[in-house]
């Protein structure tokens, strides 16, 4: 399975969510928003000792500028244009020229649009992210039906800007910038239920993730008792679980947004409630969304917007390995 | 081609909170003992070139469809529009 991760100038979590597709077994690699031309598209692993060098680069400029956000956003864009030489001058591709441009998308099983500032969060988060030339091939990628779309956290309000998902992600009814760890209720439908019984996830105590390359290669992930686990109640598909019900099930992940409040008509709810769109809902709801809405899918279930980050829980050393939840609920809708 | 100014405010639309509003009004309403009804906004100054005040007109109102403000939730009022 291959993943793409687009970064826009000021996505911030391009390299946590790269490391946990490549953790999870992917083969995993960048795309620059505004350059999706063959040489953009480098692989990963050339990618990544730059990234160490440019990274080091970066923190220690903005450490001596002290100007945060803005002195990063504009480096981190200077950063691609280390790896993309052109990136700069590279004239953006025009609508109509997109047949060699999607195709180099439709390499991609999945591709993510990662959490982060894209083009720091001016005039509204995620509205100008909606205007770069990447956008117009997600959407043919998209009409193709080649593959599947995540947007997590800035990914999901620009897929809302983009017409993508519907609805609109605004200020948190509290005004603050949260980030906190928020207990979430997976809820896959009914339709989905059928699914869960499937013979790749087994409910005893451990999860089976089928391999990406197929065959043999079966590896099993142990899944840490409930009373061993600090933070949330996490992984609790077992029907032994007191939170355990056939098609949902509850667990936590960092949240880290001002502009996460969702909102939308009735009809549209309605639409969402009536067609199972909404995956992901809030226990404790943070920012007023309505309907305690956390995450979402689209009509054709070809995309999924989520404000909490499972990329920033999936590494045991971090304390929290629940993202691996939504990586498989990923993974499952594309094999 | 002239040179035409335009100025435009952005709000929520009624009907979506608006959180930094009702904080002010909360604190309006203790200082001032003012009942009062508030909607924050955003303000954009833009200069165009257009062949006519029309064209500016249609330019302009397009901009502020698609960027200035997103229909979902907020409304744009364009307050000024004149040659420079």
Redesign the interface.
């Given at each position: 399975m291959k993943a793409g991760v687009i970064v826009f100038p000021g996505t911030n979590c391009d390299r946590d969510t790269l490391e946990a597709c490549q953790e999870f077994g992917w083969e995993a690699e960048y795309i620059w928003h505004d350059d999706i031309f063959e040489q953009s598209s480098m692989h990963a692993s050339t990618l990544r000792g730059e990234a160490d060098l440019q990274y080091e680069q970066r923190t220690a400029s903005v450490r001596k500028s002290g100007e945060g956000e803005k002195q990063s956003l504009k480096h981190s864009h200077s950063v691609f244009q280390a790896f993309v030489p052109h990136a700069g001058i590279h004239p953006s591709p025009q609508k109509g020229e997109g047949a060699g441009a999607s195709n180099n998308l439709n390499k991609y099983d999945v591709i993510f649009l990662p959490g982060g500032f894209s083009y720091g969060d001016y005039v509204r988060s995620g509205a100008l992210a909606k205007f770069s030339p990447v956008i117009e091939y997600l959407k043919e990628y998209i009409e193709q039906k080649r593959g599947f779309v995540v947007g997590i956290c800035n990914g999901f309000q620009i897929l809302c800007e983009a017409g993508l998902l519907p609805g609109a992600l605004t200020h948190n009814e509290g005004l603050k910038f949260i980030c906190a760890d928020s207990e979430l209720i997976l809820n896959e439908g009914k339709r989905e239920e059928e699914r869960r019984k499937s013979p790749n996830l087994n409910f005893n105590n451990s999860f089976v993730y089928p391999s990406p390359l197929g065959g043999e290669g079966d590896f099993q992930r142990e899944r840490k008792p409930a009373n061993v686990r600090k933070s949330g109640e996490g992984y609790c598909n077992q029907p032994s679980h007191p939170c355990f019900t056939p098609h949902t099930s509850r667990f936590t992940l960092p949240i880290a947004h001002a502009e996460g409040r969702y909102v939308a008509d009735e009809k549209t709810i309605q639409e969402l409630k009536e067609k199972e769109m909404i995956f992901l809902t809030y226990k404790e709801n943070p920012n007023g969304s309505v309907e305690n809405i956390a995450g979402l899918y689209d009509k054709e279930r070809r995309i999924i917007g989520m404000m909490p980050h499972p990329e920033r829980a999936f590494f045991k050393e971090l304390g929290n390995e629940d993202g691996k939840i939504i990586f498989d609920f990923i993974e499952k809708r594309c094999v | 081609m002239i040179k035409y100014k335009a100025d435009i405010t952005v709000k929520?639309k009624n009907g979506?909170?608006d959180?930094?509003g009702s904080?002010i009004e909360t604190v309006l309403k203790r200082v001032k003992g003012e009942n009062t009804k508030i909607h924050v906004g955003?303000f954009f100054s833009i200069e165009i070139e257009a062949s006519d005040i029309e064209d500016a007109n249609e330019k302009i109102s397009q901009i502020s469809n698609e960027?200035?403000s997103?229909p979902?939730?907020e409304e744009y009022e364009m307050i000024r529009l004149e040659e420079v």
């Open positions: - | 929520l979506v909170r959180p930094q904080a955003k960027i200035l997103n979902i939730l």
